[in-house]
């Protein structure tokens, strides 16, 4: 676990105490938790969907034309 000193301004410190109350945590490094945990599912890359990974390979390992045969294909 780490350890750190934080500075946070009063806006901050508020809503982290709503979260804090809102899920019962004990202290607000929990709430800190949650709030960044919650972020890196929603902002930061997500898993996906087990049923686009197999989508996605069916893409991948499709047949894909090269500029130059698209355009004899499309002529």
């Known amino acids: 676990m780490v350890q750190a000193v934080i500075n946070i301004d ?5 809503v982290l105490n709503i979260v804090k109350a809102k899920f ?3 202290d607000k490094s929990q709430a800190i ?3 960044v945990n919650e972020y890196e599912q929603s902002a930061l ?3 996906l969907r087990p049923e686009y990974k ?3 390979g ?5 047949k894909h034309l090269s500029r130059e045969e698209f355009e004899k294909e499309v002529a």
């Open 24 to 26: 019962g945590l004990r």
């Open 45 to 47: 890359e997500p898993e």
């Open 54 to 56: 197999v989508k996605l």
């Open 58 to 62: 069916k893409i991948i390992n499709g």
């Open 33 to 35: 938790n949650l709030v």
């Open 10 to 14: 009063e806006n901050t410190n508020r």
